[in-house]
């Protein structure tokens, strides 16, 4: 990220999306973050991912929690509602925040403590809603703006800055998603965009809780030789599961299906995710058979990275709720209120 | 059945139950149901109450239950008065003692005089035995047994038949009860006959062995534009009309049934008639930290939302209302009160949440406060609240409680006006969106200090970062004492607004008043009561009930035109008063307490009391 602001003029030969908006008009203000901070390269996916995606500003509604990663929203895509709430609590708000307006695309960003330890809770069940959002964790493994705690995705054996090493096991964001039903899981590293870019393209399509949890090294608190969230050891111990391509929906690209003997993946919206580069016996629709993958490349020592699970078939919030298929927000009073009549024929049962 | 198996075990003293020995009573009295949770007692008592108030008769029931599933005391008090004192009495002209594991309790609780019936199956332990009261024995569960296979038919029967008793001893009309079990029963003819049979084997056996009391019901008209209705229904159903579409809660007793009655009138009402669309989202949240978020969440979409919850809610919702206050977002917090501290008795009432109301969440913060008094007010303060929300874009409570809540309640047909029209409060549209460059979230204040907000999704001008955290009247991030404090500033400034929308009190001047006495909530009746009392004994007292907060002007009048003013409420620490003393010009040494706080309802004998062993030391210290 820039640390000065970047003047507004517009140079010409930007390219331009589909909605003539170029990729300086989904950037935010100027980041506040440490020089070399993670969370800022994954700003910079999120804005290049949501011009290609050509979102019209407006219809994105940016959440967050409290942390560092949480500060975030303030930075991409100016021209959308951004809602920084309170430490773990963004799923809540991105909850009803849905409920009232399912139009608008939900990017929530959260960090490894504002998800996996005070908001744990709320993670576990925006998942079982499969709420239709985007939820990255920016995972460092450690609290930077409380100046450097372990966090809860800290792994056994990770040293701090004062080289205390964590005993404790660490939750992992995406086996924890496998178990509770979560329906798009993906992980990816803040200094690989090619990977993340697709990545989050595919998760602001998916019908339900896209969740992308990325391996973003703290450079002031978790980046030194024995912290396994450093970049060193990010960059050594990262292997790509899956490569990914995304397809937006509508292109002729159907021709390409199945080459290479690649799996293919259509989203919710007509749109498909085409893997490329997957071992063998790996199906990203078969939860069983991916649990088993990561497992054992855990127990390698591998940080496994790609888009590791989808599932397109079950149904989010809205659908399981029965609502219309537009905002509840645009639903005019008359149609909300019974009236003074129906009023009046109801109280013959209160009598 | 063998002859004589019935044979009256009553101890009854005919002289005691002989009409001419008393003044007859109309319409002028109190009974107790007393049984056990789980035994399907609640179908009959409502139904005893139900009947009375199909006669015309002004009635109120209060359910005293425990927090249990089955087999713990439970009891129903049903009190009639014909002049519309319907708060809760504490002398029971009559006390059916179904429960033997409170069966000392209740004998002790029939006032001298009174009637005691009991389940005579078994006998009544001779030492229970009271010579000032009239026993009636009724073989209740010899007879279902008698009458009925099933063993739980014969257990849920056995309520119907003390039904039956009743029914024959105070004159209850037996064509309305038939009434009512024919509108209940519809469909279901095998329970109709078997609630039919139990009715008769109670009726029958009272009318045979027992005169009708000197205490009984006649038809009256009270009740022809009434409704029966507890607070938490009337409430879901404000909700409704307010045009709410999002609703988050946890379970929480005693405020589950307003979700669940909205839930059935959303089936009713917020159906699409012709896609099947459910025109409304209920979230149950893992939560209330949660539930108020969703709410907070869909306020800032725009939509109207709402969550009840009770205390304990109240407590977890403490850190995001605080959010709600200072990021300036509308959310309506239905409080149903229980009583605390901590889990406290979650199935009896208080009224002690109005501090932790009133300044939720660290910080300074403050709300607006709703206080309605039985069903009708929940109504209509529900919808209030969302006007009040949204109009202040912040968080609104209305504070009921459990007897509100709970209980079956007689009140006045609720009134809908049909050209209501929600107030939105300042929201930028798009259209003006179009005229301006540049919005700002916190400037521009209007004459209540409230600044205009715009929704997400509207147009990418209207874009602004909501956070919790320091901001400036431009909603950008500060540090900087000035900036954070002007933002501050007019949040109370938009606070004391709120005075002159809020319901204003309900006031009643008595001539010759000597004192004043302020209450809330549901102590309304109790009180009201209480003033003809403390007449009788030569204090005259004039009224207020606050029914809102911030305070107004007229609140402030009234206690500065009285030397003295008792407030009578429900909790130990005098919420109120201290609330008063806090947020208006009321001078401490002028407000004095009347407090009932273990749980069950108030009745006017603890005001008289509370009121008339102050007045002596009251006056002392005036004359000091």
Not at chain 1, 230 to 238: C, D, E, L
Not at chain 2, 192 to 204: F, I, V
Not at chain 2, 474 to 503: C, M, N, S, W
Request: charged content about 25%; hydrophobic content about 40%.
């Amino acid at each position: 990220m820039p640390s000065i602001s970047k003047p507004t003029v517009i140079h010409p030969s930007l390219r331009r999306n589909e909605l003539g908006l170029t990729v300086r008009d989904y950037e935010g203000s100027m980041s506040t973050l440490c020089a070399g901070c993670g969370h800022d390269s994954i700003t910079a996916a999120l804005v290049r991912a949501i011009w290609e995606s050509a979102l019209p500003p407006h219809m994105i509604a940016k959440v967050s929690g409290i942390g560092c990663s949480s500060k975030t929203p303030a930075y991409f895509v100016s021209g959308a509602h951004g809602f920084n709430a309170a430490h773990g609590r963004m799923p809540p708000i991105a909850t009803g925040a849905n409920a009232a307006n399912r139009e608008l695309t939900y990017i929530g960003i959260s960090g490894d403590g504002d998800s996996l330890s005070i908001g744990l809770g709320h993670l576990c069940h925006a998942i079982r809603r499969n709420l239709k959002m985007v939820y990255v964790i920016e995972n460092n493994g450690v609290y930077g703006l409380t100046k450097g705690q372990f966090s809860a995705s800290a792994d056994v054996g990770s040293k701090s800055k004062r080289k205390e090493p964590n005993r404790m096991a660490p939750i992992d964001p995406v086996a924890l998603g496998l178990s509770l039903g979560a329906t798009f899981i993906a992980r990816s590293f803040s200094g690989d965009k090619e990977q993340l870019v697709p990545i989050l393209k595919a998760a602001m399509t998916h019908r339900g809780f896209a969740l992308v949890d990325v391996l973003s090294p703290c450079v002031t608190f978790n980046d030194h030789e024995g912290s396994t969230k450093s970049y060193m050891h990010v960059r050594n111990q990262a292997r790509a599961a899956t490569e990914t391509d995304f397809i937006p929906e509508a292109s002729e690209i159907l021709a390409t299906i199945g080459q290479n003997g690649a799996v293919n993946v259509t989203m919710h919206d007509g749109s498909m995710v085409s893997f490329k580069g997957v071992p063998p016996d790996y199906d990203p629709t078969d939860r069983e058979k991916v649990f088993s993958f990561l497992q054992e490349r855990q127990s390698k020592g591998e940080i496994v990275t790609g888009i590791l699970y989808i599932d397109e078939t079950v149904p989010d919030l809205h659908e399981l709720s029965g609502t219309p298929n537009f905002a509840l927000t645009k639903l005019p009073y008359e149609k909300l209120c019974p009236g003074a009549a129906a009023l009046e024929e109801l109280q013959e049962e209160y009598r | 059945m063998q002859e004589g198996q019935y044979l009256p075990q009553s101890i009854v003293d005919p002289d005691v139950t002989s009409p001419e020995r008393k003044e007859i009573r109309i319409n002028d009295f109190a009974f107790k149901l007393a049984n056990v949770n789980g035994t399907g007692s609640a179908s009959a008592n409502g139904l005893l109450m139900q009947a009375i108030f199909r006669m015309g008769i002004p009635v109120s029931g209060k359910n005293l239950f425990p927090s249990n599933i089955q087999g713990l005391p439970t009891w129903y008090e049903i009190r009639v008065n014909k002049a519309g004192n319907t708060a809760r009495a504490l002398d029971y002209d009559l006390v059916v003692a179904m429960n033997g594991q409170t069966y000392e309790r209740d004998v002790r609780e029939v006032r001298a005089g009174g009637y005691l019936l009991y389940d005579s199956t078994w006998p009544l332990d001779p030492h229970l035995r009271r010579e000032d009261i009239a026993i009636l024995g009724v073989p209740l569960a010899a007879m279902c047994n008698e009458n009925f296979r099933e063993p739980r038919e014969r257990v849920l029967m056995k309520n119907i038949a003390y039904a039956g008793a009743l029914v024959a001893i105070l004159h209850i009309d037996m064509d309305v009860v038939e009434e009512l079990l024919d509108e209940k029963f519809a469909g279901k003819k095998a329970l109709r006959e078997s609630n039919r049979k139990a009715l008769r084997l109670g009726l029958d056996y009272a009318k045979e062995y027992f005169a009708p009391l000197p205490f009984r019901l006649e038809k009256m008209d009270a009740n022809r534009d009434k409704i029966l209705i507890d607070g938490n229904t009337a409430t879901a159903l404000g909700c409704v009309y307010a045009g709410a579409t999002v609703a988050a809660w946890y379970p929480i007793t005693p405020s589950t049934s307003v979700m669940d009655a909205f839930k059935e009138f959303c089936d009713k009402y917020r159906q699409d008639p012709e896609t099947g669309r459910n025109n409304c989202i209920i979230l149950q949240a893992e939560d209330e930290l949660a539930a108020i978020g969703m709410v907070i969440g869909a306020s800032w979409n725009g939509a109207r939302a709402f969550t009840s919850t009770s205390g304990p809610g109240i407590s977890l919702m403490n850190e995001l209302l605080g959010l709600a206050y200072y990021a300036e977002i509308p959310a309506v917090i239905m409080d149903i009160q229980r009583v605390g501290p901590s889990t406290g008795m979650p199935t009896r009432t208080q009224q002690g949440d109005l501090l932790e109301c009133a300044y939720a969440s660290h910080g300074d913060t403050k709300h607006i406060l709703l206080f309605p008094a039985n069903p009708a007010e929940c109504f209509e303060f529900a919808v209030k609240s969302f006007d009040l929300a949204e109009r202040f874009q912040t968080p609104v409570f209305m504070l009921s409680d459990l007897d509100i809540g709970m209980n079956d309640w007689v009140v006045p047909r609720l009134r809908w006006d049909d050209s209501y029209r929600p107030d939105r409060g300042r929201v930028v549209s798009a259209e003006e969106l179009e005229q301006i460059s540049q919005f700002l979230r916190y400037s521009n204040e209007d004459e209540n200090h409230v600044a205009a907000r715009t929704l997400p999704g509207v147009d990418s001008r209207a874009a602004y970062f909501t956070r919790g955290s320091g901001h400036t009247k431009t909603g950008a991030y500060t540090e900087i004492p000035e900036e954070y404090q002007e933002v501050v500033d007019r949040l109370a400034r938009k606070h004391k607004a709120a005075a002159k929308f809020v319901p204003e009190p309900l006031i009643v001047k008595r001539p010759g008043a000597q004192i004043g006495v302020v209450t809330i909530g549901g102590c309304d009746l109790a009180v009201r009561e209480a003033l003809d009392g403390l007449a009788r004994i030569g204090i005259e007292a004039d009224f207020l009930r606050v029914r809102g907060f911030p305070f107004g002007e007229s609140v402030e009048a009234f206690l500065r035109d009285h030397d003295v003013c008792f407030v009578v409420e429900q909790n130990r620490d005098a919420q109120l008063k201290v609330l008063l003393t806090n947020e208006t010009g009321a001078v401490k040494e002028k407000l004095r307490s009347v407090l009932v706080y273990g749980g069950f309802p108030l009745s006017a004998k603890h005001v008289i009391e509370g009121i008339a062993s102050q007045m002596g030391e009251w006056k002392n210290a005036v004359h000091q």
